[in-house]
């Protein structure tokens, strides 16, 4: 049962970006979308809900979406950090009298440590690139409200043809990123 869970907990990374921002598009829809009907059927909502073209929710949506994408790594990467962690340094913590906060505290984050710097790293790094995503559900709209460093480069690039401009970005946000990882390897190091 263990496995199965762990499979279907799996299956959002395994699809395409492309097959993901469909299928929320057509969630999200607002006429005939199955988020709309649910909605309108329970009274929660009179009417159905613009999510990807009003300004207010398109964001999160696509926010809410890519944390769905993207959780099943993160779970899994923890997954693996804390089965390597030793079962008897944790009997040994409980018998010195150690209480479930403290075990977590001064065993599993410390474990986990080298794990969640790597996670936190490749999680900001993807936060700059994700592009398919965000084009596919609103190319960046409604207005600017959704638009991303990628989508930008982007459109500086292929829709204005400032091919010199959309470099230059693009070095900026590798700057970044790499900055940003040198940060959270120093914050995150071990003493």
């Given amino acids: 049962m263990r496995t199965l869970l762990r499979d279907i907990l799996i299956l959002p990374w395994l699809f395409p970006d ?15 979308g199955i988020i709309n009907e649910l909605l309108i059927h329970f009274n929660v909502v009179a009417e159905p809900v613009c999510w990807l073209s009003t300004s207010a929710t398109a ?35 409980r018998i010195d009298g150690a209480n ?41 709209g409604p207005g600017s409200s959704t638009m991303v460093s990628a989508i930008e480069i982007y459109k500086n690039a292929f829709s204005y043809f400032k091919y010199g401009f959309a470099s230059a970005q693009s070095v900026y946000i590798l700057v970044i990123c790499y900055l940003i990882g040198v940060v959270f390897r120093r914050l995150l190091r071990d003493d």
């Fill in 18 to 32: 492309v097959v993901i921002a469909y299928l929320f598009k057509w969630i999200l829809n607002t006429q005939g």
């Fill in 59 to 93: 964001f999160p949506c696509v926010i809410l979406v890519s944390i769905w994408k993207g959780y099943p790594l993160v779970m899994a990467q923890i997954l693996a950090g804390i089965q390597t962690i030793s079962a008897d340094m944790y009997e040994a913590a």
């Fill in 100 to 140: 479930a906060w403290q075990r977590f505290r001064y065993i599993t984050v410390p474990a986990l440590k080298p794990i969640l710097t790597t996670i936190l790293i490749l999680d900001t790094v993807w936060v700059f690139k994700q592009f398919t995503l965000i084009w596919l559900m609103t190319s960046g």
